[in-house]
């Protein structure tokens, strides 16, 4: 139903900054719960970051708490996710999810890679 499509992946230096955003094809993604997940080199899929629908909530994986930061824009149907000082375990294939429940996902994009070079 919904279609989500993430950008803004690349290659980086450890210690830079860099911004993914996960556009939607519809309006209705503005009032779901929203989330970003990674799975890097040889691991899983691992939670990153979650906001809910109203942005009143957030929450973050303890390995990036307080580097990345989840926001939406509902004007734009999109939703965020703003990362500092980047490491190299950061390097991972980063997804952005979303859904009717806070914590469940429905909807999913193909994902953008994220390279963080020492």
């Known amino acids: 139903q919904v279609q989500l499509v993430e950008s803004g992946g690349g290659s980086v230096q450890a210690g830079d900054s860099l911004r993914l955003s996960c556009a939607a094809s519809?309006?209705?993604?503005?009032?779901?719960?929203k989330a970003w997940f990674r799975q890097g080199p040889g691991k899983e899929r691992e939670f990153v970051a979650a906001?809910?629908?109203?942005?009143?909530?957030?929450d973050y994986a303890d390995s990036v708490k307080g580097r990345f930061t989840i926001s939406r824009d509902n004007a734009k149907n999109t939703v965020s996710l703003q990362m500092i000082s980047l490491k190299p375990e950061d390097t991972a294939v980063y997804y952005c999810?979303?859904?009717?429940?806070?914590?469940?996902?429905?909807?999913w994009g193909q994902g953008t890679q994220v390279t963080v070079s020492s």
């Open positions: 999810a979303a859904g009717q429940v806070y914590g469940k996902y429905a909807y």
């Open positions: 519809e309006r209705t993604f503005r009032g779901y719960a």
């Open positions: 906001i809910t629908w109203g942005g009143g909530r957030t």
